[in-house]
C-alpha cells in the first residue's frame, strides 16, 4: 500500500470519528508521517538484528573440501561392485565442535588399483540410494531413480536430473582418500553446497 | 491500487477495523500521558520478535543450552545486539508496568466500569513476572540457575501441593533437560499466549471504557482542549514514546555490550553470587527476615495478602477515603519495595565474600569463552567439560580445599580467601621458579613460613646447610649459586619462564655442571643426573617437571622424595585422597600451565 490513500484518508476519517475538531489536513498529515516514521524506527533495532539472526547461516565461512582418509584399500574388495563406507571426520557443528563424527557415506568401487568414488546421495531429491539386491544397479528408495554401478542414469524414465554425483579419490599408501563433498539436488549440473 | 483495495474491504471489511482501530475518541485530546498503554504493547511485541529470532538458534537441553546461547552471543552476528534487546527490554517492560500500574491507581482509572480491567491488568504483571522468571533460567549459566533454584525451592514450601508442585515444574526431582524444556515451553508457549489473551481482553475492555480523564464529569471539556482521537495526534506521542523506550534500552545494550552470560551451570560448583534480576532482589531481602518455619508467612502469606489488597482496590477506591487509602497503600508498598531493593543491593556491596564470589564469577564467565574460542572448541558433551579439564579453574578450587589446610599460594588459600589456619608448609606460588629458588637457598629466608619454617624441616638437614654453609659463600661461591638456580629452575621447563631459560642456555649449562662441584655441594646429598647413590634429599633431577610435581604430590613419602622424613604431607595418589586427573590439574595450576 502507498502512502497516499492512508494520508487522504485520515482527513476524512477525522470528520467521521468525534465531535472534535479535526486538525488542519497539512498537520495531520505531518503527523502521520512522523508517527510512522518514528514507529518504523523504533522497531528497527529489533526487525533487523531478528533477520540478521535468522539469515546468520548464510554468512558462515565456507570451508573447501580436503581429502580424508574413508577405508583401507584392502578393505574394498576387487569386485567391481560399490560397497558402503561411513565417511568420519571432525566437524564444526554450530555451537559444538566434535571430533570424528560420522557425517555421512560414499560408495567405493575397485577396478583394479584404482578406487571409484560415489557420494550416497541420490541427485534427485537427497534420498539415500541403495545397491540393489541383485548387486545389478543402484535404486533410489525414495523415486525409483535408478543408476548402473558407475553411477550414471540408466532408464530414460529415473528421475534423476544427473548421473550420481563422483568425488575425487586418491590412493595413499594403502588408503583410500575422498574428497567428501555434497551437492545440490535437482539440477543437471553438478554444484557443491558450501 | 484503488480497485484492489476496494476488493479487500468489500472481502474483508478491513477499512471498518482500521478506522475503529485509529479513530478512537480522545477527550481533551492526545496527550503524552496516554503514551504508557502503548509503550508497554510495544516492549511486548519487541520481545515477541526478538524472542522468535532467539528461539530460533536456542537449544533447550542442559548440554546445549548455554553453548546455543554463547553461539548467539559470541558467534552469530549480531547476536549480542538481539539477545541485548530481548534482555533488557525485559526490564524495561517491568518499569513501563510498574509506571502504568502506578498512573491507574493514581488517577483513580480502577473505578467502576474499570474493575476487570485493573483485574487484567494486574494478571499481565505476572504474566511477565513470570516471563522474566523463566527466562532467566534459558541460559543456563551459574547465575540463572541458582537464582532459579531459589525460586523454585520457594515454590516446594506451598502447602499441600508444594512438592508437587515443583517437582513437576522442573520435571522430576533435580534440574536437567527437562527443567529447561518445560521452563522454555512456558516461557516462549504458555506464557505469551496468555499474555496475548489478556492484552486482547484488556485492550478491549479499555476501548469499551474508554481514556480515564481524571475527576471531572464526563463530556467537560479538559481546560478548555477540544476533544481528539488516536490518529494521528496521539499516535505521533506513542510513536515517539516507544521510540525513546526503545533509544534506552539500545544505550544499555551498548554500554553493556549486551546480556551478561557466565560460566555454564554447574551443580557442583558453589556459587555464592547466585541473585535473581533487580525486580525480584526486594524478595530475596524480604526472605532474609523469616527465620526457619516462618518462611511460608514470608513467600506466601504475606505476598499473597498484598495482592489480594490490591486485586480489592477498584472497591475501596469507590470512596473519597478507600481512594486515600488504596494511594498511600500504594505508596507503601513501592517504598518498601524500593528500601528492600536497596538494602539487598548494599549489603551485597558490603560484603567482602560476596564482592569476591563475583569477581569469581567473572573471572569464570571470561575464561569459558577464552576455553570455548580454544581449538578444540565445545566438546558435544557440552561446555563445563571444558571448565572441569581446565587447570586455572580447578587447580585453585583443588588447592583451597586439599592443600590450603597447610600450604598458602601467595599468602592466600588459592582462590584469594585469607587462609582459615595459620601456613604451616611452603608457599607454594611460582615453585621451581628461580625467585622461589633464590628465596629458598636464602639464609633469611629458608627458615621462614614461606619455605620450611612452619615444618618438621625448620631444623632439618637442608636448612642448617643454607644457614650454616650458604651463609658462609664468598662472592664468587653466590654467583655460582645463581648459576645453580638458573639450571635447578630450568629442570622445571616452567611455561612462563621459557623464553628466560632459552636466553641463558649457556649459564645453565654451567650452573648443571656447578650443581655437582664441590664448592656448591648440593651432590652430597641430592642426587643430580645419577651423581649420588642414596639422596638425602628430594632427588633434583627433573626438579619441579609435571612429572616430578606429579610423583610428589601422589606421594612425597615416596624415597624420591621426602622419604621416611616426610613431614605431613598427605599420599595424595596411594591414600586416593586426590585422582590421577586431579593432581594433574593441580601440578599444571601450579606450574602456569593453561
Ligand atoms: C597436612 C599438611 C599438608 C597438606 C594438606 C599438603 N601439604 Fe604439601 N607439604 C607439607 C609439608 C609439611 C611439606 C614439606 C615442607 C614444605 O615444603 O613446606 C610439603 C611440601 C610440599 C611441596 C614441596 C615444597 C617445597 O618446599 O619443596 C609441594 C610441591 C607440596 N607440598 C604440594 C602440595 C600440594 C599440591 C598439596 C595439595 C594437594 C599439598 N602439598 C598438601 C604439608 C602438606
Ligand atoms: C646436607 C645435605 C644437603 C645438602 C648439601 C643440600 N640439601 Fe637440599 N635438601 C636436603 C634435605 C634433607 C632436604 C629435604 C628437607 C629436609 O629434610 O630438611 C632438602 C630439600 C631441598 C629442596 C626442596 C625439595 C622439595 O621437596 O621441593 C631443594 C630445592 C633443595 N634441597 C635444593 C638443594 C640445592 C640446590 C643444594 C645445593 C646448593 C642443596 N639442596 C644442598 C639436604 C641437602
New interface residues.
Partial sequence: MSEKPQAADAPHVVEEGSSGTAPAPRRGFLAGMGAIAAGGLAFLAPVWSGIRAALEPLERPRQDADLIPVAKLAAVPDDGVPHKFRVVMDRVDAWNTHRQLPVGAVYLRRAGDSVEALNVVCPHAGCFVNVAADRSRFVCPCHKSSFDLSGAVNDPASPSPRDMDTLDVEIRGDEVWVRFQNFLPGRAEKEPVA | ??PV?DWLDDRTGYRRLL?AV??E?IPG?AKWRYVWGSTLT?AV??QF??G???W??YSANAQ?AW??V???QN?????W??RG?HHY?AHATMILLVLHLMQIVVAGAYRAPREVNFWFGLALLFIVLGLSLTGYLLPWDQQGYWATKVATSIASITPFVGPALQEALIGGADYGHLTLTRFFALHAGVLPGALIVLIAGHVFLFRRHGVTTGERPAGARDGGN????F???Q??R???A??A??AAV?YLVIRTGGAPLGAPADASEPYAAARPEWYFMFLFQWLTYFPAETEILGAIVIPGLVVTLIALMPFAGRWRLGHRFNLGFMGTILAGVGLLTWLAYAQDRADPEFVAAQHRAQAAAERIVELARGP?????SGALTLLRNDPLTQGPQLFADRCASCHSYDGHDGLGNELAEAQTAADLKGFASREWLTGLLDPEQIATPRYFGGTDFARGRMVRMVQSRIAGFDAAQRDDLAKVVKALSAEAALPQQAALDEADRSEIAEGTALLASESIGCTECHEWRGTVEQSLGPVLTGFGSREWLTGFVRDASHTRFYGDRNDRMPAFGPDEILSEAEIGLLVEWLRGEW
Fill in positions: 491500487m484503488r483495495l478506522r485509529l479513530v475518541a485530546g510495544f511485541v519487541v520478535i526478538t522468535l529470532a532467539l530460533a538458534s546445549g553453548e546455543s554463547f553461539y548467539i558467534d552469530m552476528a549480531g547476536g545486539l538481539l534487546i527490554m477540544p476533544d481528539g482521537q490518529w494521528p495526534d499516535a505521533l506513542d510513536a515517539v516507544c521510540l523506550v526503545m539500545l578444540d572448541g565445545i566438546p558435544p
